[in-house]
């Protein structure tokens, strides 16, 4: 506190020096120049100190906070939805290009932007420690939680506090040369051993992943996305195909679809050819929502699953046979969703004998090994289709509101099992933290 002090006093005395000089010119032009010279130059300090005024400590000192800084709005806001009804408290600053939507941009954050956060420099990490150490909000701080990306974390090991990691993708993103993927993994295990933390990620598809990469039992800690605040009320016709990255794949599906829906009369239409902007509640009208997956686990599917709309999917089979034949889920690995290549093997070895390399797109036996561990296969009450054929079928003979009932009973159950999660979690964080001491 003694150097932040010293700092101030040392600026007040630089304005103040230059404001009587301007004066003494007698000359407003030049004082009104100088003026904004100098917020040029201080804005930044002048506005973090600015924010640090409308902190009130009091709120903060009997509650657990949290730090984030993610560059995904969705997960951390769950997370808020979860744990504020807990009276708990978030400093959010986020780094996602979506956060006007949630009103998280930087909130503000020094020191870190959102290209040098990406892979920081050593130097970089202890500038930010420095910064922050003895910083009134730090202070206030008892967690930090990290989900996208999960290296984010790295920079808050020093700060002795409660670390959260839930990854909601691959966790090797922004680190995925050997060098720094291996001493992620380092990182990792070293704040697996300490029991005030947790490593976890939000689909079983990535708990795996995490354990194959580095032996650490992840802790499965699924979003539970019941902001959007809707139910399943089906009042239109048309069956919603969810949007399908990979344009050769959409036109394929599409083509084979037509020729499936010849002698029907029922409409199946694209979500956004029918909306181009949408709520929540225009989904929730539809009888159900056809997948072609692009990915193993996203948060708009969490968002659709409880809110108990219906949801079609291709069986692991067929799936396994598009991905290998057309790269259908191509955000699955990085190097498909980065650099466009279908990769057949990780950058660095799993630490796990007998099972199949997560990152080779190449071989049967490790697509559909994975596929299986995605969430619409882990989730019941979920529909497959073998074919388009079979597909078509499905949408004219399936009971869609029986099924959606089922997912509203399913999810009572999930979100029953998440809060006891969550509760052990904040009392855990309680026992580590200082301020309950």
């Not at 829906?261 to 929540?280: A, G, T």
């Not at 056809?290 to 990915?295: A, F, G």
Request: glycine residues 2%.
């Amino acid at each position: 506190m003694f150097t932040l002090r010293y700092a101030l006093n040392s600026i007040r005395r630089k304005i103040r020096y230059v404001i009587q000089s301007a004066r003494n010119h007698r000359s407003l032009t030049l004082f009104l120049i100088v003026i904004l010279i100098l917020v040029g130059i201080f804005h930044k300090e002048i506005i973090y100190r600015l924010y640090l005024q409308t902190i009130n400590v009091k709120s903060y000192r009997n509650t657990i906070t949290f730090w984030s800084s993610d560059y995904h709005i969705s997960p951390i806001q769950d997370l808020k939805t979860i744990l504020i009804p807990f009276g708990v408290k978030f400093f959010d600053k986020s780094l996602s290009y979506s956060c006007s939507r949630t009103g998280t941009c930087y909130s503000p954050l020094r020191v870190l932007t959102r290209k040098n956060a990406q892979q920081p420099s050593k130097e970089l990490a202890m500038q930010f420690y420095e910064f922050y150490k003895d910083q009134l909000e730090m202070n206030l701080v008892d967690a930090f939680v990290c989900f996208h990306p999960v290296g984010m974390c790295e920079l808050y090991i020093p700060f002795n506090r409660t670390i959260i990691i839930i990854a909601s993708t691959r966790y090797e993103l922004w680190r995925f040369d050997p060098s720094s993927w291996t001493k992620l993994n380092e990182n990792l295990k070293q704040i697996a051993k300490h029991p005030k933390n947790i490593i976890a990620a939000n689909n079983l598809y990535d708990v795996e992943y995490i354990r194959y990469f580095t032996g650490i039992n992840a802790t499965l800690l699924p979003s539970f996305c019941n902001y959007t605040n809707v139910n399943y009320n089906p009042s239109r016709e048309e069956f919603l195909i969810a949007p399908i990255h990979g344009k050769d794949v959409e036109v394929l599906f599409q083509k084979l679809l037509r020729i499936s829906l010849q002698s029907h009369s029922i409409r199946v239409v694209p979500i956004r050819k029918l909306y181009s902007n949408y709520e929540y509640s225009d989904l929730a009208k539809h009888p159900a929502i056809i997948y072609v997956p692009y990915q193993v686990s996203v948060m708009s599917l969490f968002e659709q699953y409880r809110m108990n709309i219906p949801l079609l999917f291709p069986s692991l089979d067929l799936l396994t046979q598009w991905h290998l034949k057309y790269s259908v889920v191509n955000e699955k690995t990085w190097d498909q969703a980065w650099y466009g290549t279908i990769p057949n093997g990780s950058r660095i070895p799993g630490v796990l004998s007998g099972v199949p390399d997560p990152n080779n797109d190449r071989d049967r036996t490790s697509v559909r090994y994975w596929l299986n561990f995605s969430d619409f296969y882990q989730w019941p009450h979920v529909t497959y289709y073998d074919s388009t054929d079979d597909l078509v079928q499905k949408l004219t003979t399936t009971d869609f509101p029986s099924i959606s009932k089922k997912m509203k009973e399913h999810n009572k159950q999930v979100k029953e099992n998440l809060l006891t999660k969550w509760k052990e979690i904040l009392d855990n964080i309680k026992r580590y933290s200082p301020k309950f001491y």
